[in-house]
């Protein structure tokens, strides 16, 4: 069977702005004060995107809900990175980060695109947690509802998806994960029907696997000394996205648009020489579980 | 005439150990409060530091001035970036990064070293200025010393390594220097006991070139807004440090120390979406300087 892929492209087009506006009208629901901005911009070879980007919020400090279609010639040291071949190519994905002020609350990103270069077209993307205290509860629930997603397609597929996101978001000079994980996807294999219609699935998810946890911590009170550690572990994150994230460097290398690119960085981060927190405390707890990735569900 | 490599890399040594004292202790008398704490590490392979750091001064919020003498083998992949060949090396240096508190006085970054690789050994380093708040003055300043101290030995040397200086700390990403520059010189070309010679007047002149800047600039009063203003450009300075800086990146791939390496980071830092100063004000005219590296002293 011939994959229309002009067709494809489309739906998925109209699918992720379709999720960004349902995610960022959900995000000021929650929030109830702040509200996001959008950006558009166009791209000089052909496409453009829209950046959503909402600051201090109640709940949201800072948060990036963007969306991006773009299309024409890659640039060549770019386009041989890529699992297709040749330079012309389409791209379209949605891409978010969320960073709630209360450091009971996980920060969480998630990014669901579709590619087509040369003769190859794929999905890929996925979803990962990373809290600053640890509720194994959270880690549970955000795992189990991205597992159920999976499953629907494909039994082998929640095993795999959530090793792949504990070896993408491994902090090597850190020997620690970013977090506790999720799914992370590229080219599942399958025909591109039935591809896009898994990640119409897992991005449907999000919210679901997201929004309970921001509901139900919220509201917990938290120190000074919690909002500390807070922005040194925000450090982490900055040290990921800035030294391994391939999205992010490919993006500054290839003169992406910076400030859509960089949205994904914490408003306020502060860096400790050789902080190390006290044997004992919910600090360290949670350092050790990123040490050592757990199974939160039976994968 | 031989070159005594081994009576070299002693003197060297023994030049960073003296040069750290000097530089810590006029800091420390500078603070007036806070002290350098000092880490003492072994490499597995060979070698070893003393990073200094201080955090949560009166003057300096957070600074470090480390030594290290290093050798045995580099890593395939590394010792291919390298000028030099084969695997066993030895290097010896001297780096330091001061992030003050008032906003008025600039950040400073000075590293100095002798690397012995196969049958190459070259000295390297420089010193540059990153205020946040432009004073003509502090740059030409800055940059006359370093000129001085470059023209004893050679006057092509300072236009080359200003320029060198410019070209290196340089935000792509950003279309911005980092800061006012300084010098960057690598290998000056010069027999080993010359170079030596201008390296330690170089890194002698780096307290002369800086101090009286900040002497000048300490007890400037400030409002929330500049301090607001540091932070978000501070944001740059790990732009640079974790994309576009070799050696972090080199470190942290090769496994090197990782709070040695990453003690060069601001204590405090923003991140704003796509934030711009209004036109007119002090903080728009350093952006513009930075657009545009000046020529501070006729190079």
Redesign the interface.
């Known amino acids: 069977m011939t994959v229309d892929l002009e067709t494809l492209k489309k739906q998925m087009a109209d699918h992720i702005h379709a999720l960004q506006d349902e995610i960022c009208g959900a995000l000021e629901r929650l929030d109830g004060k702040a509200r996001f901005r959008e950006?558009h911009w166009t791209r000089p070879g052909g496409g453009g995107g829209r950046s959503r980007?909402l600051?201090d919020g109640e709940f949201l400090e800072?948060g990036?809900v963007s969306t991006s279609v773009v299309f024409g010639e890659l640039e060549e040291a770019f386009a041989g990175k890529l699992q297709g071949e040749g330079r012309t190519f389409w791209a379209g994905g949605l891409s978010l980060v969320l960073h709630p002020r209360n450091p009971h609350v996980p920060t969480v990103h998630a990014n669901y695109r579709f590619i087509h270069q040369g003769s190859k077209a794929w999905f890929g993307g996925g979803a990962d947690l990373t809290p600053y205290y640890l509720q194994e509860e959270d880690a549970v629930h955000f795992h189990r509802v991205h597992k159920e997603a999976c499953d629907r397609h494909d039994p082998s597929y929640y095993p795999r998806y959530k090793k792949a996101c504990d070896q993408y978001f491994y902090l090597?000079?850190?020997e620690e994960a970013r977090g506790v994980g999720g799914i992370f996807f590229e080219n599942t294999g399958e025909e591109l029907e039935r591809e896009f219609a898994f990640v119409k699935d897992v991005s449907r998810a999000f919210l679901p696997a997201y929004l309970p946890i921001a509901e139900r911590r919220k509201d917990t009170p938290y120190t000074e000394e919690q909002r500390a550690w807070q922005?040194v572990r925000r450090?982490r994150y900055?040290?990921f996205n800035?030294?391994w994230d391939r999205g992010t460097?490919f993006g500054?290398e290839t003169?992406g648009r910076?400030?859509s690119?960089?949205?994904s960085?914490?408003?306020?981060?502060?860096?400790?020489?050789?902080y190390h927190p006290e044997p004992g405390t919910e600090e360290a707890r949670l350092v050790e579980v990123l040490r050592r990735p757990r199974d939160w569900v039976g994968a």
């Open positions: 950006d980007v600051e800072k990036g090597r000079h850190r922005e450090g900055v040290e800035l030294v460097i500054l003169k910076t400030e690119i960089l949205m960085l914490p408003p306020r981060v502060r860096w400790r020489y050789d």
